[in-house]
């Protein structure tokens, strides 16, 4: 009951007051003056008893605000006899207290819409068949159905089939997500496919949506420093007001001028206008899926200067991918990804799991092995298709040449690779590398971050040098600091933080020391980071690096609309009072002006619930459909332009049957990916265009189509060249080099096409290497 007349409680003051205001004109016109002054006197005594009480309450909890100045006009139009600019004082007060409530509601909206998709119950399979559970009382290693419609209870793994997903909640996108068997998927997310089954990896308390639920209920617990200063410039205001309402009435020997200055003195603009403004930003920050805890954090965001970052899991994707296969010389018959990744499907290694992703990126079908063994620090070893197969350390793998090795070491750590042998039958067949790639968003993301303000970048990782010092001079990091403990990452945080306003952005537990160093932690909390999120100041609940400089924009535009708000709302004020000591406004034409200017900063502290004229670009509707459909492509393309070397290696060595199958696999390839470019530049490009604006500004984007098609054309010549005349060497060193330049070109022109124009519709991040 008590939450309901909170509620509605402004809403029936101005109900009241603005009826009353009403209901006395009509008095007045029919009954006469006398009845019509004596209905609006009751409408001020009726807002001048809850506007003490504010003032009262106000004082108690150390607050000292306009509502003086407003019981101050109330009484004194009283005292006076305007009982009309009493009632309509009665209405602004009482409206404007409305206009706050609303507005701080609509703001504060899209934080609740955090809170509504909590999930609740959960269907576990047993031995007994189904049950239905209290999410609570889920546990990780639970096999759970969700069915049509379901909120995904916790997070966990898809068992099987695809999992289709809509995650608008959780990211802001609105197109459903697909998720392979395989594929981890967080809580929150609504099932909008069929049933499929999960695998449960954490119990609900810990998963992604009830941490999102814990940040959300913390986010509007504190007010802004500039929301505290504007309570300060009211209390100089007030004596500022009272001297020069005096100073009107001795003037003039009038008490009504007085009166006429405390009627339009009330600061309004400064005290409504702050706070609507932080509490709009914090509500266009959760609808990009960031968590703000409070218009502090979100103010202190604004003012940042240098910003320190992690690498793993931050500027990278914070998992090992498979990023080539190095064969053996001379290399055993079979094919060494398709024999390790049906051997790890029964491994638990972080390394396997990337090592069977990989393999289902790539298209290779899998086999069920066989007495499987695995030891812990070295490997796995069993039985796939009759050959014993190891997975693991070189020593573990079998028999290699050591020069061999050495020159795979050489070019694994040349990359910043993990390398994983394979041996079969006793010796080493090949060698996987792994690497964590840097995210497709990240060097766009410091873009961005230089031109909101960033002047200084640094990072701050526990890696070592040599793989720290590619990836900081992938982003432009101007300093780059490896090898870190967490004490150390401290260190450097409170000294950049001595020469500058900072901001550290971070996912893992080693980083929440830091985020709570620095001015502004700023947690990716997207994979349930815990520890670094309850540090953080802000979280970021998807997993793009991008909303980190969409957020510091939205800080940034929210102060500049706040102190805009304040400054021509209270430019309004004081002229108005200059007006009003002079005469030429009576008490009630300045309340009717006070009003008006009071709804004027609201309105346009309400601004910063919009981008403003810097708004970034971006693809909506079918243009993001399409998107979608090409960054899938992407993610199938990515693995066979991988291969490109390997297969010009293949057929400049092999001969007959083996050659055949590479030059047919290269044909199939360059007939994909013909078709693809098309797409990109028929359908994409266009589109892309008219989002960003300007005059062919996929011009040079385009001119890679071309150069790309030269390249098929060339490449299409030499296969037939070659197929007619097997034995010519001419066309086999023209054919490896022309593959050599592809690759090339296609690395670098997928990464720019996933950087810049992919995320234009808040796609799901891409699979580039």
């Known amino acids: 009951m008590r939450a309901v007349i909170a509620r509605r409680g402004p809403e029936a003051l101005f109900a009241l007051a603005a009826g009353g205001l009403a209901a006395g004109a009509a008095v007045r016109w029919t009954a006469g003056a006398g009845a019509g002054d004596l209905v609006w006197l009751l409408v001020t005594v009726l807002a001048l008893v809850p506007a003490v009480w504010w003032v009262v309450d106000g004082l108690l909890h150390r607050r000292f605000g306009s509502d003086v100045i407003a019981v101050l006009a109330l ?14 004082i009665a209405v602004m007060l009482t409206g404007g207290r409305l206009l706050e409530e609303r507005a701080g509601r609509r703001a504060r909206r899209d934080l609740g819409a955090l809170l509504s998709l909590a999930p609740r119950a959960a269907h576990r399979r047993t031995d007994g068949g189904l049950d239905t559970i209290d999410v609570a009382e889920v546990r990780p290693g639970d096999r759970l159905l969700v069915r049509p419609g379901e909120v995904v209870p916790v997070d966990g793994l898809v068992e099987r089939d695809t999992a289709v997903l809509d995650e608008s909640t959780l990211t802001g996108e609105p197109l459903p997500v697909e998720h392979p068997a395989g ?38 617990a504190e007010s802004a420093p500039f929301v505290r200063l504007a309570d300060r410039y009211s209390a100089l205001f007030i004596p500022v007001t009272l001297v020069l309402a005096a100073a009107a009435w001795i003037a003039a020997g009038d008490p009504v001028r007085a009166v006429a200055v405390l009627v339009v003195a009330t600061p309004c603009p400064l005290i409504l206008a702050a706070p609507i403004a932080f509490v709009s930003g914090l509500s266009r920050s959760a609808r990009r ?12 965001l604004a003012g940042a200067r240098v910003l320190l970052f992690d690498k793993t899991g931050t500027v990278t994707t914070g998992r090992p991918a498979l990023a080539e296969i190095v064969p053996a010389d001379p290399a055993p018959a079979g094919d060494p990804l398709f024999l390790a990744a049906s051997l790890d499907q029964v491994s638990p290694h972080v390394l396997a799991s990337a090592i069977v992703r990989g393999a289902h990126e790539r298209g290779v079908p899998l086999a069920a092995p066989t007495d499987v063994t695995e030891t812990a620090g070295q490997g796995v070893r069993g039985t796939v298709g009759g050959r014993r197969v190891s997975v693991g350390k070189a020593s573990w793998a079998g028999k290699a040449d050591p020069a061999w090795l050495d020159r795979v070491r050489r070019r694994a750590a040349a990359r910043g690779a993990i390398t994983v042998f394979v041996g079969v039958d006793g010796r080493v067949a090949a060698v996987l590398l792994l690497r964590d790639r840097i995210r497709p968003d990240a060097p766009r993301t410091f873009r961005l971050l230089r031109r909101a303000g960033i002047e200084r970048t640094v990072m701050v990782t526990g890696d070592r040098a040599d793989v720290a010092d590619s990836i900081g001079g992938l982003v432009g990091a101007d300093a780059v600091h490896a090898g870190l403990t967490p004490a150390q990452k401290v260190e450097v945080a409170r000294a950049e933080s001595g020469r500058a306003a900072t901001v550290m952005v971070g996912d893992g537990v080693n980083d929440a020391p830091a985020l709570a160093a620095a001015g502004v932690g700023v947690a990716l909390g997207a994979r349930g980071a815990t520890a670094s999120s309850e540090a953080a100041d802000v979280v970021i609940t998807v997993d793009r690096l991008e909303r980190l400089a969409e957020t510091l924009a939205i800080a940034r535009r929210t102060r500049s609309v706040a ?75 990515w693995p066979r332009i991988e291969r490109l070397p390997a297969l010009a290696d293949a057929i400049a060595a092999s001969g007959g049957r083996e050659r055949d199958t590479a030059l047919d696999a290269l ?42 098609a030269e390249l098929t054309r060339r490449l299409n010549a030499l296969t037939a060249e070659l197929r007619a005349a097997p034995e010519a060497p001419e066309p086999v060193s023209d054919l490896r080099r022309t593959v050599q330049e592809l690759y090339a070109v296609l690395r670098l022109h997928f990464a720019q096409e996933e950087e810049n124009y992919f995320v234009l519709a808040d796609a799901r991040e891409t699979a580039g290497p």
């Open 75 to 88: 009484a004194g139009t009283v005292a006076v006899g305007e009982a009309l600019a009493g009632a309509v």
């Open 183 to 220: 594929d981890a998927v967080r809580s929150g997310a609504v099932n909008s496919g069929r049933p499929f089954e999960l695998r449960a990896t954490n119990d609900a308390a810990s998963s992604t949506y009830a941490g999102i639920v814990r940040l959300t209920e913390e986010a509007a």
């Open 289 to 300: 899926g960031v968590v703000v805890k409070g218009g502090g954090a979100l103010e202190r």
């Open 563 to 637: 102190r805009q708000s304040v400054v021509a709302g209270m430019g309004l004020s004081l002229a108005a009072m200059a007006v009003a000591a002079f005469g030429l406004l009576t008490p009630a034409a300045g309340a009717l002006l006070q009003e008006g200017i009071d709804v004027a900063a609201i309105l346009a502290a309400l601004r910063a619930l919009g981008p403003g004229r810097d708004r970034e670009p971006r693809l909506r509707g079918d243009a993001a459909e399409l998107v979608r459909r090409l960054d899938e492509e992407h993610r199938a393309l």
């Open 667 to 708: 044909a199939g390839f360059l007939t994909d990916l013909a078709e693809h470019e098309r797409k990109d530049e028929q359908l994409l490009y266009p589109a892309v265009a008219q989002a960003l604006g300007g005059t062919d500004p996929t011009g040079a984007m385009s001119r890679g189509h071309t150069e790309i």
